[in-house]
């Protein structure tokens, strides 16, 4: 079964058309306009089911579908956001091309130890990027609003850690909202730090690899390491932007490594010229700054998506372990 993730959305043109949003969710793609004085409603051009789309294409910033005997062309304003809307109409073709028995089966059996890794992956990186974002609320005058809404996060993703067994009941986060309810900033970030560091030597304390023995490439627990590390060091270099930190040679390096290092994972998806260019947006002003930090951030997301395609792809094709005679 599929994750429900929210809707990704640019701006965009449509070939024929004219200017408008593209919306892109788990199993449609849709076109509107917003009109009104305050662009409160929504005419929807194109409502186009992943389920109907024959084929996509991409030229630099144009999409192309075929569906239901239509072609329908989208120029995405931003190129920045072109790879990630491509990606996520390619992840839904993919899902929908899935058969039916398949899914079922996959919703029916326990979770394994890659089925878990891949879990505790993805759902520690929600955390520390939740508990990042309160840290990133705490400069300047205070927004405590934002930063109750960071609690908000944090306590959702890291109940949807502790569900994945006893081993991983390990993180309090009760400390932080305490702090957050008495409004203390000092207090809040050292809690929030405290919870980090607990996070990440929990994730780096097994070395077990259960994914060993198999024909196909697959990713073992280093290689999910090496991710998390990316988002730890990418999280802190946005911080050090946030309050002013001149001094960030060393991050910037250790994560340029760590994303040079996942181009060696299987199905890569780190391209290092557009990594270079990301990284030179850093020292271009606060908008450039942004557009690189989320640059890399929608690299290492979907290198996220790809180890875990990768993982699922090889213990399909594992062979059954004899039965004992």
């Known amino acids: ?17 004219g200017n408008g949003v593209l919306e892109v969710s788990n199993d449609t793609v849709k076109f509107y306009v917003e009109t009104g004085r305050f662009r409160k409603h929504r005419e929807t051009i194109r409502n186009i089911p992943i389920a109907e789309i024959d084929s996509l294409e991409r030229q630099e910033n144009d999409l192309s579908l075929a569906w239901k005997e239509n072609t329908d062309v989208f120029a995405v304003a931003e190129t920045s956001k072109v ?38 992956t993805a ?60 409004r203390y900033p000092k207090e809040v970030a050292d809690r929030t730090l405290e919870a980090l560091k607990t996070l990440h030597k929990h994730f780096n304390t097994d070395d077990s690899s259960p994914t060993e023995g198999a024909d196909k490439p697959r990713p073992n627990k280093k290689d999910w390491k090496v991710l998390v590390q990316a988002f730890y060091v990418l999280n802190d270099l946005k911080i050090g932007a946030v309050v002013g930190d001149k001094d960030s040679e060393k991050e910037t390096t250790e994560l340029m490594n760590l994303l040079d290092e996942l ?17 030179e947006k850093l020292s271009l002003g606060k908008e450039k700054q942004k557009e690189g930090f989320e640059d890399i951030k929608v690299m290492l997301e979907l290198q996220l998506q790809e180890l875990m395609l990768v993982a699922s792809s090889a213990q399909q094709t594992s062979p059954t372990p004899a039965k004992p005679v």
């Open 123 to 182: 759902t520690t990186i929600d955390v520390a990027n939740a508990l990042f974002s309160i840290l990133g609320h705490l400069h300047g005058r205070v927004d405590w609003k934002l930063v109750e809404l960071g609690f908000k996060q944090v306590d959702e993703a890291s109940a949807k850690l502790t569900s994945l067994g006893t081993d991983f009941a390990f993180l309090d986060v009760k400390p932080i909202s305490v702090a957050v309810q008495q």
């Open 1 to 17: 079964m599929s994750t429900t993730k929210p809707a990704t959305i640019v701006k965009s043109r449509l070939r024929n058309f």
């Open 83 to 120: 790879l990630a809307i491509h990606e996520r109409i390619l992840a839904g073709l993919k899902e929908q091309q899935k058969p039916a028995e398949i899914t079922v089966a996959e919703t029916q059996k326990q979770p394994d130890k890659t089925n878990l890794l891949m879990q505790e």
């Open 263 to 279: 181009t060696k994972q299987p199905g890569s998806r780190i391209d290092m010229s557009a990594v270079k260019t990301s990284f």
